[in-house]
């Protein structure tokens, strides 16, 4: 799809802040139809009220009729004296998905955030999703060291289905070169190294859960044990592929 070259949004579509209730609500409905979360699992009104005047975002993605297709979230949050941003949510319905708007949304995530002078944004998401594990590691520069088991609980969401809500953590270090590399349109990892560890999940962890559910934990059983030993040896997460009918995390070495 073609993008605007001065912002690199696909054309035809507006990213920007969510000032107004209307646009904040927006944010709901969009929870509604992505996750179909339940109400009690919905963040609501009030933290999106909030979250714009204490020091977080609320980006939404529109139309050029004005509809409002997705949307990211972010809350201000601290490493000991080291601030960053938590990203909370990132959901862009089905029928604009695949055109870009994930990226764009964390594009201008991140322009706020150098603005504000922070340098590293964070956020969790399910290991065995290669699409989310594509954009985070590939196309942002994003590393992982962080894995949590059964983060959530039980979550009633049509993504969950019954597994565990296991969390990855992404690490996106905003001006790093691995990330200016991807944004770049490079490879964030240098493919001639050979990767310590290797670890494969299913390409489509869905049709997975739909044909063999049982098959569908046990894969999440042997990618958590995989991931937690490996960032026990101070391994991170560094490069991900995605080739045919296979999918896999690639882990080096990593230090700050």
């Known amino acids: 799809m073609d993008r605007d070259q001065k912002t690199g949004n696909p054309l035809g579509y507006v990213v920007r802040?969510?000032?107004t209730l209307q646009d904040l609500a927006g944010c709901i409905r969009i929870q509604k139809e992505v996750w179909g979360y339940t109400?009690?699992?919905?963040?609501?009104?009030?933290?999106?009220?909030?979250?714009?005047?204490?020091?977080?975002?609320?980006?939404?993605?529109?139309?050029?009729?004005?509809?409002q297709v997705g949307f990211v979230a972010s809350m201000p949050a601290w490493h000991g004296r080291r601030r960053y941003l938590h990203s909370l949510s990132l959901g862009v319905i089905r029928c604009h998905e695949n055109r870009g708007l994930g990226r764009a949304l964390k594009l201008a995530q991140r322009?706020?955030?150098?603005?504000?002078r922070i340098d590293c944004i964070e956020w969790s998401y399910d290991p065995l999703r290669a699409r989310n594990a594509n954009l985070n590691i590939n196309r942002l520069g994003a590393i992982v060291r962080r894995y949590e088991p059964d983060y959530y609980g039980r979550v009633a969401s049509r993504f969950q289905q019954g597994l565990p809500s296991d969390r990855l953590f992404a690490e996106w270090w905003l001006t790093s070169p691995r990330v200016l590399r991807a944004l770049a349109g490079k490879p964030a990892r240098n493919s001639r190294h050979k990767p310590a560890r290797v670890?494969?999940?299913p390409i489509?962890?869905?049709?997975l859960m739909r044909t063999n559910f049982e098959e569908a934990?046990?894969?999440q059983v042997r990618?958590?044990?995989l991931l937690r030993e490996g960032f026990s040896r101070r391994l991170a997460v560094t490069g991900f592929v995605r080739d045919g009918e296979s999918a896999r995390y690639l882990l080096?070495?990593?230090?700050?």
């Open 204 to 207: 489509d962890i869905d049709a």
């Open 39 to 67: 109400a009690q699992e919905l963040y609501p009104l009030r933290l999106f009220v909030n979250l714009n005047r204490i020091g977080g975002h609320v980006l939404g993605a529109f139309t050029p009729e004005g509809e």
């Open 17 to 19: 802040q969510c000032e």
């Open 252 to 256: 080096d070495a990593y230090e700050n």
């Open 199 to 201: 670890v494969e999940i």
């Open 111 to 116: 322009e706020l955030a150098l603005r504000a």
């Open 223 to 225: 990618v958590r044990d």
């Open 217 to 219: 934990r046990n894969y």
